[in-house]
């Protein structure tokens, strides 16, 4: 069952796959604010449902662990790190946990990192131009994930850093603020 909660904001490089769970919680409601939509699937016929419903054309399944990466440490922490850069895509994507356990952090209001601890048969959304990160837990390390793609998967990450404000960034920030 997937946990919302703002992030404590004390990691490190050496230990952000912690939970760094501030003690508060963020409700569903907050993250729909955000146009982040959680759901819990039961099945494969209701994720099927919604991405149907919402137009996803295309699918993969992820699975990151060392052993995905032929247990090659800098191999696998290096993608941990860019996972963990904060950054944006121009598409809205979907995610759904099929094993395993990871932390997707979204920027709430005021720049506040909200965590959400995702683990089997959740599902979430992440809306086009939202700034996000992702990682493993400490707890498993390892995650099995379907990403879906509404059209053509487009793997660019616009990284925070890079300063670059595309339309899908603009829409979004208009989005949430009115
Ligand atoms: C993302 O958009 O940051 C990711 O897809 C992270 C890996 S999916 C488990
Ligand atoms: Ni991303």
Same mark, same amino acid.
């Given at each position: 069952m997937a946990r919302f909660f703002y992030h404590d904001n004390k990691d490190t490089p050496e230990d952000f796959t912690d939970e760094h769970d501030s003690g508060k919680p963020v409700s569903e409601e907050t993250l729909l604010k955000l146009g982040v939509f959680?759901?819990?699937?039961?099945s494969m016929d209701e994720l099927n449902a919604?991405?149907?419903?919402r137009g996803y054309k295309n699918r993969d399944q992820v699975i990151l662990n060392l052993d995905s990466f032929g247990g090659d440490v800098n191999a696998f922490n290096s993608k941990m790190k860019t996972f963990y850069t904060e950054h944006y895509h121009? !598409?809205? #994507?979907?995610r759904?946990? *099929? !094993?395993? #356990?990871?932390?997707?952090? *979204?920027?709430?209001k005021d720049e506040k990192w909200i965590r959400a601890q995702l683990s089997p048969n959740d599902l979430l959304v992440l809306p086009a131009g939202i700034y996000h990160r992702f990682t493993l837990s400490s707890n498993?390390?390892?995650?099995?994930?379907i990403r879906l793609f509404k059209d053509e998967p487009k793997w660019e990450a616009i990284n925070?850093?890079?300063g670059r404000v595309s339309d899908a960034r603009?829409?979004?920030v208009q989005s949430i603020s009115v």
């Open positions: 959680y759901r819990k699937i039961s919604i991405a149907k419903e121009e !598409d809205e #994507e979907i759904y946990i *099929v !094993d395993g #356990e990871g932390y997707f952090d *979204v920027r709430g498993l390390r390892e995650i099995t994930a925070r850093d890079s603009t829409e979004y």
